[in-house]
């Protein structure tokens, strides 16, 4: 098993019975007789590193992939020991470290069953290339286990019977089952007997996964240098292990700008000027809200960064202000290569400064990419990334460009078989140095990391806004990420879902694919599925190359034109709910979108669904994957829905066949639930407006919501002014209570809530607010009766007959 045929074998190595033990604080370390050391470190009650030492000495303990942020501390620790094991308990976990082997087994400290258990546990072998050693865990797979995460494998979404390598790979027309891509992501989470758990193999070499693949009853995971150093996250709910995966990896260092979450639109390439003003003004005219517009490769002069083409671009301070004014932020791509040109500034100071990346024999980091013959700053020397965030002064803080789009970082480099640097380049690993074959993975990330600090200082006291292709685990404190150069295949549209929701589940909510594909060119009606999709990602853009025609909203006639615009529309509508779910991201580790079992993971039936997700707390959302549907089948989970098209209830726990033409999709709202919408605006802060919706989906029951809010931008919501409202709804036969409670000192300009109230079952005889009967004004539809009512309201009381 997980043999290594690049590499001299040498044979498995394995831990021989522990002969020493000692404790330090929140670390227990066991040595065994041939010298290995197993680290045990209680990072939190459900949260336990696993470290291990071939030789008896660790290497120094540096993460790029923790956070310094992540949450500590533990509510009670007890060791003890019996005749053939050491016995660490917490209050969620008890782990066993077997004295002869060094094996682990952990189970659940209230129930005191098994949740996951070393096979052959810890091994190794030795690396003669290379030095060090590959490292090797196995782990027992149960028979109902199933796995999910792992970042953007283009798969479905349960990963069990596969194999995967996470090795940064630029992946032009990528297909399913493409492995690996973009990303490297060593984390995931598993299901077995309703306890969910999750593992983070915090190591930047090359990894691979085995999932049940080689043998049916074994998962394991190994890399290619390094130390075996990974994380348990016991849930056992699966949305807790996200959530302290987030948290241990980081969460948004700050919230997007509130137009970061509207339609973008972007293509390889616009230019030179007028064009880029024609679609943009074409957006207005057609009334398709939208509010961002990129700049790809062809705006600098010859592929350098931070210049522009003056004859394309000749004062682009003048038109990204005009942009501004019509409320388009511009958005521009950056690529780590740096041309080789003595009349290059950025190419001199890095040269003289020595921040380029060298061969292990001293000559520089050579390789082809847009520019020609180029050098790569070492993003992973601290002084390297200060000077890079620095280089955006200009373009952010002068000609007000908002947001940056970081391309070929994994890095990519053109006409080499690996289409990346060879392994023997060096990093200096902030202070570790090393060879490319522990930094490649990590490169992307530092490179968006430094790209963000530039932002942050230059756009201030506005928010950041970065965009990055290739990341490790704990990009996403940074950057938001797409998925790479993917098809306008049907195909393709089902591997955008999957790949968003199991980015979402690896703690990257910030994430959306091309909508309609990179590569060739999408048929209008698949444009319009993908739009609809595309618009319940927490990352909407439409992207495409230009060899292969035209891809914007109004290419594909007026019935597709007016399918994007209601979609869009639908979407800007919902940015407050959004934004709600967002804070909920970035303040507890939510994921924006969950997968059916992470939502429901009880009800065994989710554990194989791809197809449908849940966007925020309570929109259900299935895409129509095939050309010529009228609808499709679809699981809808247990409890009540809305369909949000007819009000109709449907209940769920079953497979149900529901109508979608081309210009509607399945959608569904829980009930209970209470969505606040805005007017349609064609761009973030278009419109003042007095008044904003509260959808209020009667259940007989209770069910709690919340709306966040703030400036849409800068950071005083830091200093809380912010306000966070919690909405408690209970329904009964003739009576219906909305209760609001509210945090934070923030006061939104609008004063008022229409609330509509969608299926209540009575019609309203007298209406209390905060204990005042009061007249209000009533409206009603077939099947919604509506009252506006001041926003501050603490309860709303209806009664009826
Ligand atoms: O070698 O900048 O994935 O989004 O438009 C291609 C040109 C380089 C790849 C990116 C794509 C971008 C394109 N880039």
Redesign the pocket.
């Known amino acids: 098993m997980i043999v290594n045929t690049e590499l001299e074998q040498k044979g498995n190595l394995f831990p021989s019975e522990i002969t020493d033990y000692k404790k330090d604080v929140d670390t227990l370390s066991f040595t065994t007789k041939n010298n290995v050391v197993l680290q045990v470190t209680v990072v939190r009650d459900s949260v336990i590193r696993f470290r291990y030492a071939t030789s008896g000495k660790f290497e120094k303990d540096f993460s790029y992939g923790v956070t310094i942020h992540a949450s500590r501390g533990y509510n009670f620790l007890d060791v003890a020991e019996d005749k053939t094991h050491y016995i660490i308990k917490t209050s969620k976990l008890i782990c066993k470290v077997e004295k002869l082997s060094l094996q682990v087994s952990l189970y659940d400290a209230l129930d005191l069953k098994l949740i996951n258990e070393d096979e052959i546990g810890f091994h190794w072998e030795e690396s003669y290339e290379f030095g060090g050693d590959i490292v090797k865990m196995s782990k027992a797979c149960q028979k109902s286990e199933s796995f999910y995460g792992l970042g953007d494998k283009p798969v479905e979404v349960n990963l069990k019977g596969k194999r995967f390598e996470n090795w940064a790979t630029?992946s032009?027309a990528f297909g399913k089952n493409t492995d690996p891509i973009y990303k490297a992501i060593p984390f995931y989470t598993a299901i077995q007997d309703n306890k969910a758990y999750g593992i983070f193999f915090d190591n930047t070499f090359k990894t691979h996964f085995d999932f049940a693949h080689e043998r049916r009853n074994v998962t394991s995971f190994w890399a290619q240098g390094g130390e075996m150093n990974y994380y348990f996250i016991y849930g056992p709910k699966m949305e807790d292990v996200v959530k302290n995966y987030t948290d241990l990896t980081g969460k948004p260092h700050t919230l997007p700008p509130l137009w970061a979450l509207g339609f973008h639109q972007?293509k390889?390439?616009y230019y030179p000027e007028s064009n880029v003003k024609e679609i943009t003004k074409t957006f207005r005219d057609l009334k398709i809200p939208c509010d961002a517009i990129y700049l790809?490769?062809d705006y600098m002069d010859g592929f350098r960064c931070f210049t522009w083409d003056k004859k394309y671009f000749p004062d682009p301070k003048r038109m990204v202000k005009e942009l501004e004014d019509d409320g388009f932020k511009t958005v521009v791509?950056i690529?780590p290569g740096i041309k080789i040109d003595l009349e290059y500034d950025v190419f001199k100071e890095g040269l003289d400064k020595d921040y380029f990346c060298k061969r292990a024999d001293g000559p520089y980091m050579k390789g082809k990419v847009?520019p020609g013959e180029c050098y790569f700053p070492d993003y992973t020397k601290p002084e390297v990334r200060e000077w890079w965030s620095g280089l955006f002064q200009e373009l952010i803080e002068d000609i007000g460009v908002k947001g940056v789009w970081n391309?070929?970082n994994e890095p990519?480099v053109?006409d080499v078989p690996n289409k990346s640097f060879p392994d023997d380049v060096r990093h200096d690993y902030d202070g570790n140095p090393c060879s490319h074959r522990k930094a490649h993975n990590i490169y992307g990330t530092q490179m968006a990391r430094a790209t963000y600090h530039g932002l942050k200082k230059y756009a201030y006291p506005k928010r950041p806004f970065v965009i990055t292709?290739s990341a490790y685990s704990g990009a996403q404190r940074y950057t938001s990420t797409?998925m790479?150069?993917n098809v306008a295949t049907w195909e393709h549209l089902a591997i955008a879902n999957n790949q968003a929701q199991r980015m979402a589940m690896s703690g990257f909510s910030f994430a959306g694919s091309?909508i309609g594909g990179?590569a060739e060119q999408p048929q209008g009606e698949l444009f319009a599925r993908w739009i609809q999709l595309g618009v319940f990602h927490a990352f909407c853009r439409v992207?495409s190359?230009g060899d292969h025609g035209d891809q914007e909203p109004w290419v594909f006639g007026e019935e597709i034109t007016d399918i994007v615009r209601k979609f869009v529309e639908i979407r800007y509508q919902l940015l407050p709910y959004l934004y709600t779910a967002f804070w909920n991201h970035i303040d507890k580790g939510t994921p924006i979108l969950k997968s059916l079992v992470l939502f429901d993971q009880e009800d065994i039936h989710t554990h194989y669904r791809s197809d449908e997700f849940v966007y925020g707390e309570h929109i259900l959302v299935c895409p129509i994957l095939e050309p010529n549907a009228k609808g499709r089948r679809m699981y809808v989970p247990r409890g009540k829905w809305y369909n949000f098209w007819t009000d109709e209830v449907v209940k769920g726990g079953k497979e149900i066949w529901v109508d979608a033409d081309l210009d509607n999709m399945p959608i569904f709202i829980k009930e209970g639930a209470v969505i606040p919408k805005y007017p349609v605006q064609q761009y973030v802060g278009e419109k003042k407006f007095d008044e904003v919706t509260l959808d209020v989906y009667y259940k007989h029951g209770k069910e709690k919501s919340q709306l966040y809010d703030d400036a849409h931008d800068g950071y005083d919501y830091k200093k809380g002014r912010y306000s966070l409202r919690n909405f408690k709804l209970t329904g009964k036969k003739k009576e219906f209570i909305l209760q609001q409670h509210k945090e934070g000192t923030f006061d939104a300009a609008y004063t008022k809530f229409n609330i509509v109230l969608h299926n209540l079952p009575f019609t309203i005889t007298s209406v209390q607010i905060d204990n005042v009967e009061v007249e209000v004004n009533q409206s009603k539809t077939s099947t919604s009766q509506s009252i506006t009512v001041n926003k501050e309201f603490t309860e709303l009381h209806l009664f009826g007959k």
Do not use: E, K, P, V
Request: glycine residues 4%.
């Open positions: 630029d032009y972007c390889w390439s790809d490769i791509i690529d847009w391309d070929m990519a053109m292709r797409w790479g150069d091309d990179f992207h190359s």
